[in-house]
């Protein structure tokens, strides 16, 4: 199993600015992924962060607004860029298990933000 | 479009009952379907994987079924108990590497001593 930590796991944030949000896996992965949660609503992949190229983007996300860093196998960054109440939401890392069981995901604990 | 549909509203049962959750989906052939739990406040955490040729499988107090005709998974926790309270997700995955994992809304479970 692969260990993950963000940081922070949570803030508070003005309209207009930006927040990055840290995901540290204890392990060497190809891929993680970017996850948010809003209320009472399922997960929604924001992008797939491989090491050395750009992160794909999912529709309806886009690099101005969330980019994106993955400078090693085992860590990757998140910005949510000016934001506004709408982000408001958990946003959760990921990476595929590796073995038997390829297709499961382990679970950063999350990041909830609020923007005010 | 794709569509994954978990009982929206929260469950409640009495402890020592079995809970049994659903997810249905449409427009869809997973090769894979998973069950995870999320606790307030945490990241999902994986349970157990069925794939499309399992009919069911089981992991210790726990049941999924997969029934591929009727776009249909059942997942049951026999003698619950109220550490058992979480919300319970499914996801879809599908045949090749680049097909990315849906997940349902989740459904509430709270076992009631």
């Known amino acids: 199993s692969a260990v993950i930590s963000q940081k922070p796991s949570r803030d508070i944030c003005q309209r207009g600015t930006s927040l990055t949000i ?18 009472g609503q399922s997960l929604t992949l924001i ?9 794909t983007y999912e529709s309806g996300f886009v690099i101005d607004k969330f980019p994106i860093s993955r400078p090693n ?10 934001m506004s109440p709408e982000d408001s939401s958990i946003y959760l890392c990921s990476v595929e298990a590796t073995g038997t069981d390829t297709d499961t995901q382990y679970f950063g604990p999350g990041t909830r933000l609020t923007v005010l | 479009s794709q569509k994954i549909e978990q009982n929206s509203e929260a469950l409640n049962i ?11 989906y449409t427009n869809y052939s997973p090769a894979y379907l998973q069950w995870y739990r999320q606790d307030p406040g945490r990241g999902p ?8 040729n399992e009919k069911e499988k089981r992991k210790e107090r726990l049941k999924v079924t997969f029934d591929t005709t ?7 926790i026999t003698a619950s108990q109220p550490a058992d309270s979480a919300t ?18 989740g459904t509430r479970l709270s076992i009631r001593p």
């Open chain 1, 22 to 39: 840290q995901c540290q896996v204890d392990s060497q992965v190809t891929m993680m992924f970017w996850y948010r949660q809003q209320p």
């Open chain 1, 47 to 55: 992008a797939t962060a491989n090491q050395g190229s750009e992160a």
């Open chain 1, 73 to 82: 196998l085992t860590f990757s960054t998140l910005t949510v860029s000016n």
């Open chain 2, 14 to 24: 009495q402890e020592g009952k079995t809970a049994t959750l659903t997810c249905n």
């Open chain 2, 45 to 52: 955490v994986f349970l157990l994987l069925i794939r499309e």
């Open chain 2, 70 to 76: 009727l776009k249909q998974s059942l997942f049951h």
């Open chain 2, 88 to 105: 319970y997700l499914c996801a879809l995955d599908g045949y090749s590497s680049a097909s990315k994992i849906i997940f349902g809304s």
